[in-house]
């Protein structure tokens, strides 16, 4: 069975203090059971300090990602973090091709590709995400949309380093919008990609990986939505800055839960 993962993506929100509280209170509201992983990825200005926060807090399992890595090491990239700085902090996971970077900042499936591998390649976990416009969805082409997205994004990453990532399925129509897909639409796009990866790399990897849905997840619709069979977890934005919220989406996510 996969373990589920839920990480709030907190995006460009919260000040140092918020975060140092945020994350007091989750810890507290948690209940921790291996089951369930649990990740925050604060703005890249506040990860140390939270890596140091949670050490510092008794019991915490929170782990802490990255909302973006660049795919060089090193060198002339002005306002650019490198995954091997982001290791240097103590960061495991990296959110890759967020809809947002992709709409604000121009990222094509070929650089979120690149972060991908340089981010396996670096020792972090990457949180690939891919999802349909909601023109794409009315004209029926989700299935092939998020296919190619996936296919390009894979490029180049083998069977040993597949196991390593995650892939978030995002529709955008669903993001910050308080429109969530339904239960059925969401377990149906994280089924056709399972079915992608099981074409690409075979069974063991395709019933392995874990693939999440994020989009206007919050306390009430989490059970429902991480009991579906094809999907292990969730990425979670704006539900993901209030601790009660958070927490209630982690405690539905247990398998005795759902
Ligand atoms: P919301 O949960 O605010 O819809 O955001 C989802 C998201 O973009 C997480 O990466």
Request: aromatic share 6%; proline share 2%; hydrophobic share 35%.
């Amino acid at each position: 069975m996969r373990n589920k993962i839920i990480v709030g993506n907190w995006k460009m929100n919260n000040s140092s203090s918020e975060s140092l509280e945020l994350v007091k209170k989750i810890n507290d509201l948690v209940v921790w059971k291996s089951d369930v992983e649990v990740v925050v990825c604060p703005p890249s200005v506040y990860i140390a300090t939270t890596v140091k926060e949670i050490k510092g807090i008794k019991g915490c399992q929170i782990k802490v990602g990255a909302q973006n890595g660049h795919f060089e090491s090193k060198g002339a990239f002005t306002g650019e973090i490198s995954c091997a700085m982001l290791i240097d902090v103590g960061v495991e996971y990296v959110v890759v091709g967020h809809s947002e970077r992709r709409q604000y900042f121009g990222e094509t499936d070929e650089v979120v590709n690149k972060r991908a591998l340089c981010a396996i390649k670096s020792g972090l976990t990457p949180i690939v995400c891919v999802g349909e416009t909601l023109a794409e969805r009315e004209n029926s082409i989700t299935e092939e949309i998020i296919r190619k997205q996936v296919k390009l994004i894979l490029n180049g990453i083998s069977e040993n380093e597949i196991e390593k990532v995650i892939i978030a399925y995002e529709p955008i129509w669903a993001i910050g919008t308080g429109k969530t897909a339904t239960n059925e639409q969401a377990n149906e796009v994280c089924k056709s990609i399972r079915n992608l990866v099981y074409e690409l790399y075979g069974e063991k990897v395709s019933e392995a990986i874990r693939i999440q849905y994020g989009g206007s997840m919050n306390g009430e619709n989490a059970r429902e939505l991480l009991s579906q069979s094809e999907i292990d977890g969730g990425l979670v934005g704006g539900a993901s800055l209030k601790a009660e919220e958070f927490s209630k989406i982690v405690n539905s996510a247990h398998n005795d839960n759902n």
